[in-house]
T-cell receptor, first 114, second 113 residues
Framework: GAGVSQSPSNKVTEKGKDVELRCDPI?????LYWYRQSLGQGLEFLIY????????KSGLPSDRFSAERTGESVSTLTIQRTQQEDSAVYLC????????????FGSGTQLSVL | AQSVTQLGSHVSVSEGALVLLRCNYS??????LFWYVQYPNQGLQLLLKYTSAATLVKGINGFEAEFKKSETSFHLTKPSAHMSDAAEYFCAVSGHGGFKTIFGAGTRLFVKA
């Protein structure tokens, strides 16, 4: 596609429910990244994928968070048993092999846990 | 390990005045450095990047930044602010290869008429 697409754009859920956030990277981009942006704070690195592999999962806040990527394309970030502190904007970015350092960001998913 | 510190969560300037947003970094390897901008209700977009070539980097919309190794700084400047520059600006650092880019907390720029 023309840009990084994230869905849903907004998600309201109840505490304790599971949520799935989706990211469609730019076609041909091999690297994919998830960040979390909380109110008044910067971007917190969560995880990145090179192809379908995730060499660095160190940023995932807890074992309630998981992510996968299939077909070197779509990625899903899953949060189980959501907590109020999970409320944030979840941003996805992708980059291409020849210029891995240049990230293209999606518009994010605003997650609100009530 | 790498980290970024942005001095000032909010900066306010008058239209036509100099814009200076401060960024200091820490990196155990030669860094790649970036400035990203986030306009209201939009995603982040790359403003400029330093990848070990010229130390003075020019970006879009008249912004530029200078890499100063001795000061571990990468401050963003623009000679004359425009109302449309009002946004949040993020400084970021990564090692060669670009993986795991670390972002600062952001500086929100306000431009007064």
């Amino acid at each position: 596609g023309a840009g990084v697409s994230q869905s849903p754009s907004n998600k309201v859920t109840e505490k304790g429910k599971d949520v799935e956030l989706r990211c469609d990277p730019i076609s041909g981009h091999t690297a994919l990244y998830w960040y979390r942006q909380s109110l008044g704070q910067g971007l917190e690195f969560l995880i990145y994928f090179q192809g379908n592999s995730a060499p660095d999962k160190s940023g995932l806040p807890s074992d309630r968070f998981s992510a996968e990527r299939t077909g070197e394309s779509v990625s899903t970030l899953t949060i189980q048993r959501t907590q109020q502190e999970d409320s944030a904007v979840y941003l996805c970015a992708s980059s291409r092999d020849r210029e891995l350092e240049k990230l293209f960001f999606g518009s994010g998913t605003q997650l609100s846990v009530l | 390990a790498q980290s970024v510190t942005q001095l000032g969560s909010h900066v306010s300037v008058s239209e036509g005045a100099l814009v200076l947003l401060r960024c200091n970094y820490s990196s155990s390897v030669p860094p790649y450095l970036f400035w990203y901008v986030q306009y209201p209700n939009q995603g982040l977009q790359l403003l400029l990047k330093y990848t070990s070539a010229a130390t003075l980097v020019k970006g879009i919309n008249g912004f530029e930044a200078e890499f100063k190794k001795s000061e571990t700084s990468f401050h963003l400047t623009k000679p004359s602010a425009h109302m449309s520059d009002a946004a949040e600006y993020f400084c970021a650092v990564s090692g060669h290869g670009g993986f795991k880019t670390i972002f600062g907390a952001g500086t929100r720029l306000f431009v007064k008429a």
